[in-house]
């Protein structure tokens, strides 16, 4: 990358008065772009809380006492909110933990799921698929998934679709790579919406879109070890990388007419006080990037970003 732009984004939100110094135990964005946030209890119950455009205030609802740690939050249609850990144990052939919950609007816990170990990211669509990506413990076996051929691993694809109830879906992942290549680990995952799906993955790092009744597109990237990515129909942004985990790149994804990755600038985000932001989370919602710092929030969509391009 020859060129760095320079763009200043504000907070979308700064959730330190939400918290009152408690630590975020979990981020999501849902298919809407509103914000989801899992709060630590502080000895009580953990609290899920909701922002979205023009509110003032936070929605939120306290989880029972002696729920479960999770690792990602994610909105269901009907009001309803999935809630995911990481890990899951295989216990026996007819028993598995469950390692997901769904609570309604008010905290009431509504169903368990099971959804498999080495969970990476979830992502949720407006009509309630649910998109799982998995990191290698998921797709080789661990906890005692994987043990023998009996109990394969839920992961063992690298990407897996489900419903709302837990029930898995025919995604069209195992026939989204060309030749043998398979999903070691998805480092990133983008659901853009309920008919497009994005993925990047370990070892090769190809970029992939999926649509349902279409062959995948296929693009090989020069970027190693980003975890977000933000997309549209003409570009990708890379966020993070084995070098730098908060550097963003920017590529076109037809390059002088041809289906390839280009690259069009490296995108540094500035806050109102001009300080470079150093996002710990990022993560991609069709074509918007969303970012965490503490307690700050950013977002900043793509066309943007292309409209500071075009005019340095």
């Given at each position: 990358m020859k060129r760095t732009l320079h763009v200043e984004v504000h907070p979308f939100v700064d959730a330190a008065e939400a918290l009152v110094g408690r630590k975020p135990k979990a981020r999501g964005v849902g298919p809407d772009n509103t914000v989801w946030w899992l709060a630590d209890g502080e000895g009580e119950g953990d609290e899920v809380l909701h922002f979205a455009d023009g509110w003032d205030t936070w929605e939120r609802f306290t989880l029972p006492r002696g729920a479960p740690d999770f690792d990602s939050v994610q909105p269901l249609p009907g009001g309803e909110v999935l809630l995911v850990?990481?890990?899951?144990?295989?216990?026996?052939?007819?028993?598995?933990?469950?390692?997901?919950?769904?609570?309604?609007?008010?905290?009431?816990?509504?169903?368990?799921l099971?959804?498999?170990?080495?969970?990476?990211?979830?992502?949720?669509?407006?009509?309630?698929q649910v998109w799982i990506s998995y990191f290698d413990e998921g797709v080789f076996g661990n906890r005692g998934w994987g043990d023998d051929a009996t109990r394969p691993p839920i992961g063992e694809d690298g990407l897996v679709r489900f419903d709302a109830w837990g029930q898995r879906q025919e995604s069209g992942v195992r026939m989204a790579l060309p030749g043998e290549q398979l999903i070691v680990d998805c480092y990133a995952l983008n659901v853009a919406s309920e008919q497009e799906t994005w993925f990047y993955s370990y070892t090769d790092f190809p970029l992939v879109r999926m649509r349902p009744g279409q062959p995948s597109t296929v693009w090989h990237s020069p970027v190693r070890g980003a975890h977000a990515i933000t997309v549209s129909d003409t570009h990708v942004l890379f966020g993070g990388g084995y070098d730098d985990a908060c550097q963003l790149q920017l590529f076109t994804l037809y390059d002088r007419g041809h289906q390839r990755l280009g690259p069009v600038a490296r995108i540094e985000l500035t806050d109102e006080a001009g300080r470079a932001w150093r996002p710990s989370w990022l993560k991609g919602r069709g074509?918007?990037?969303h970012g965490a710092e503490g307690t700050r929030h950013f977002r900043v969509p793509m066309e943007e970003l292309l409209a500071h391009a075009a005019v340095t």
């Open positions: 850990n990481a890990r899951c144990r295989y216990l026996s052939d007819k028993e598995h933990e469950r390692n997901a919950h769904v609570y309604s609007p008010e905290g009431a816990l509504l169903r368990e099971t959804l498999g170990d080495g969970i990476a990211d979830v992502q949720t669509t407006s009509d309630g074509p918007w990037l």
